[in-house]
């Protein structure tokens, strides 16, 4: 089965400060990665994806991430963040699909002014 | 993108009654999915809902306590039966539309 890793639960940056969420995963064969972002009081809406193809994926709102199959990574990372982005972030593994996603317990981001 | 809508959006409820949540997707869809996120905690899959077929559930739960229909392919009801102060969640719709999963705005349950 598989199974998703957050190792940071907080995270505190400054705006205009570069970020970057750690995800591991474990899965025995190519997963199906995912970046969900939650704010309060809303719903998942889903940042960016990676199936196959290029391991460096461009996101919605200027966030990428790379799939590091020897590390077992697939990090999020942002060049300068914004005071909207302040929101919990999910990683999820698909294990060869979209379906019955495996979430990480999340990281809760901070930004201050 | 498919767009997913749940009623209600929240509830307090008493210790031992049913609550039914409503899931509307605006395109058909083959697989809906159900799941718990609790207090301070990720997102647990309850199970999967395909029309016409009975659901499947995921190891810890059970349909007695969440009875799950799918009469079409743009509808989904969990019901959340004989509720205690463990089943306070937020319940979230989602379904797969080619490599994404798209999520419903969820259901806030508060059972006192």
């Known amino acids: 089965a598989q199974s998703v890793t957050q190792p940071d639960i907080h995270i505190t940056v400054s705006e205009g400060a570069s970020l970057e969420l750690r995800c591991n995963y474990s899965?025995?064969?190519?997963?199906?990665l995912f970046w969900y972002v939650q704010s309060p009081g809303q719903g998942l809406q889903l940042l960016l994806k990676?199936?196959?193809?290029?391991?460096l994926v461009q996101g919605i709102k200027g966030f990428e991430a790379e799939f590091k199959r020897s590390q077992s990574s697939f990090n999020l990372r942002k060049p300068s963040v914004h005071w909207s982005d302040a929101a919990e972030y999910f990683c999820?593994?698909?294990?060869?699909?979209?379906?019955?996603?495996?979430f990480g317990s999340g990281t809760q981001l901070t930004v201050l002014p | 993108s498919a767009v997913i809508s749940q009623k209600p959006s929240r509830d307090i409820c008493q210790r031992g009654t049913s609550l039914t949540i409503q899931c509307q997707v605006d395109?058909?869809?083959?697989?809906m999915f159900w799941y718990r996120q609790q207090p301070g905690q990720s997102l647990t899959l309850i199970a999967t809902?395909?029309?016409?077929?009975?659901?499947?559930?995921e190891s810890g739960f059970v349909i007695d306590k969440f009875p799950i229909s799918r009469p079409n392919l743009t509808f989904s009801t969990l019901t959340v039966s004989n509720m205690s102060p463990e089943d306070s969640s937020i319940y979230l719709c989602?379904?797969?539309?080619?490599?994404?999963?798209?999520f419903g705005p969820g259901t806030r349950l508060t059972v006192l």
């Open positions: 989602s379904v797969e539309e080619g490599t994404e999963q798209f």
């Open positions: 899965y025995g064969a190519t997963p199906y």
């Open positions: 990676y199936f196959s193809g290029d391991t």
């Open positions: 999820a593994v698909g294990a060869g699909s979209a379906r019955q996603l495996t």
């Open positions: 395109s058909q869809v083959t697989m």
């Open positions: 809902a395909n029309q016409g077929s009975e659901a499947t559930y």
